[in-house]
């Protein structure tokens, strides 16, 4: 490019930046902030921090002037019903409660059949949603329907007829025999400019088929912001009560390890423990036998033995492997087998499968700890996240020891290879075992410490 086009370029661009700022009065804002600060002298703040707060305070005011214009359209009484109902939705903090006030009081206020209240959750990357007519909530794709676009868009939609707008997802209405004659959705926006979700009222009542108005538009939008700070309270309630029953749990588990349980009794409660600190429908924990190659266990629902070869399914890969496994579909995974769902009308959906190291032998596993079916606050099925793994790994550390030294089961060489019978007492005098179980008692290889090392 020769000198003389550059030239043109840059003249160009300063000749743009200047009209910029005549148009925008850049030099007497700047002045303005100059003549501010120097007259204010703040001793506690940098120049940039006061011009970057001046600016703050100005967008502020610009929002509030707006609050006033828009609000000043809005009946008295209307005013009235939206501030009780602000109060009731930021006094609650349990999750589902706060749902249930969101939806009743929105309810009221716009006068209207039906909320549906979409709440994105990050876990399992979908909206999940509760509506005033539903008794469980269901889930739905972001940028699925309406609702979905709104999420995504961040922009606010009003439909005065459903069924000639495009958009509009008829499924559910074909579903339940419903018919959504008009709805307001609204993007519940965070602070950070983030989306948590979409308020929808649909079907407004006495309109005389109009729909929903501007004033509607203005009521449901200032709930929308209070609905966002009851979402994050409401978070923060979930995770503190999540902090808690994991420390619980952790606490009852330590406490069980020193009760000198036997095979089976440590067994269920270290599964049990392993539910509770996860939320998991169900636990399997299957106990290594090397010799027999097979994976030997309990589920916590049932007094039924499950013998596995040690090489088959994701609990076999785990053991051979001695790495953790995370699924968030089981039947999408082709070491899945689904006969037991197939036989038990069961549905298996996320696993997590965690290996428990062996004290003397890090690269082997003496145990599995399998979870399935993670389950969430509404009792819905999720995913296990990270902090789900790094829960049960440092779990799975607590009980490797007691897990390692309990598997109680000797081989019986009189009756064959792959022939156990379970000890659950305490040595004798003599060092033996005393029999406390019987042939039907679980079946499990006993693992001796000092044989780690050689296995």
């Keep these: 490019m020769e000198s003389d086009d550059i030239s043109i370029i840059e003249a160009k661009e300063q000749q743009a930046v200047d009209e910029y700022c005549r148009q925008h009065d850049v030099q007497g804002l700047i002045e303005g902030l100059v003549t501010r600060y120097l007259?204010?002298?703040?001793?506690?703040?940098?120049p940039k921090e006061f011009f970057a707060q001046q600016l703050r305070l100005e967008m502020l005011a610009g929002d509030e002037a707006h609050l006033v214009e828009t609000t000043s359209k809005v009946p008295g009484?209307?005013?009235?019903?939206l501030f009780e109902a602000t109060k009731k939705i930021t006094a609650e903090i349990v999750p589902k409660e706060t749902i249930r006030v969101i939806i009743s009081e929105s309810l009221k206020l716009l006068n209207c059949d039906r909320i549906s209240l979409f709440v994105y959750d990050k876990?399992?990357?979908?909206?999940?949603?509760?509506?005033?007519n539903l008794e469980h909530p269901i889930r739905v794709r972001p940028g699925q329907g309406i609702s979905g676009n709104v999420f995504r868009t961040k922009q606010s939609v009003n439909i005065a007829d459903c069924y000639g707008d495009a958009r509009f997802d008829q499924s559910f209405d074909a579903a339940t025999g419903y018919v959504t004659r008009n709805l307001l959705a609204i993007p519940i926006v965070d602070f950070d400019g983030s989306c948590l979700?979409?308020?929808?009222?649909?079907?407004?009542?006495?309109d005389g088929g109009k729909g929903f108005g501007q004033v509607d538009e203005i009521l449901l939008g200032n709930l929308a912001d209070q609905v966002s700070v009851a979402l994050h309270n409401a978070e923060f309630y979930r995770a503190a009560i999540v902090t808690?029953?994991?420390?619980?749990?952790l606490l009852q588990m330590l406490q069980s390890l020193t009760q000198g349980l036997g095979a089976q009794s440590l067994i269920f409660s270290v599964a049990t423990h392993a539910s509770t600190l996860v939320h998991a429908d169900r636990c399997t924990v299957f106990l290594v036998d090397d010799r027999a190659s097979e994976l030997i266990s309990h589920t916590t629902d049932s007094a039924q033995e499950i013998?596995?070869?040690?090489?088959?399914?994701?609990?076999?890969?785990?053991?051979?492997e001695n790495?953790?496994?995370?699924?968030?579909?089981?039947?999408?995974?082709?070491?899945?087998?689904p006969e037991f769902d197939q036989r038990s009308g069961y549905r298996t959906h996320s696993i997590i499968a965690v290996p428990v190291k062996r004290p003397a032998a890090k690269d082997k596993a003496c145990a599995v700890i399998q979870m399935i079916n993670k389950?969430?606050?509404d009792d819905e099925i999720g995913k296990f996240d990270e902090e789900d793994v790094q829960v049960l790994e440092t779990y799975a550390m607590f009980v490797a020891t007691q897990l390692a030294q309990s598997t109680l089961v000797t081989r019986d060489s009189s009756k064959g290879p792959g022939n156990y019978e379970e000890f659950m007492g305490r040595a004798d005098s003599d060092g033996h075992r005393e029999r406390s179980g019987s042939k039907q008692a679980p079946l499990m290889e006993e693992i001796q410490e000092g044989e780690e090392g050689d296995d």
């Design 39 to 46: 007259s204010e002298r703040p001793k506690d703040m940098k």
């Design 77 to 81: 009484y209307a005013l009235r019903q």
């Design 123 to 132: 876990r399992i990357e979908m909206l999940v949603l509760n509506a005033s």
């Design 197 to 206: 979700g979409v308020i929808e009222a649909i079907n407004k009542l006495g």
């Design 244 to 249: 808690s029953e994991r420390a619980n749990a």
């Design 307 to 320: 013998r596995i070869p040690k090489t088959v399914g994701i609990a076999g890969e785990c053991a051979t």
């Design 323 to 337: 790495k953790l496994i995370v699924i968030d579909d089981a039947y999408e995974d082709a070491r899945f087998d």
């Design 375 to 377: 389950k969430e606050f």
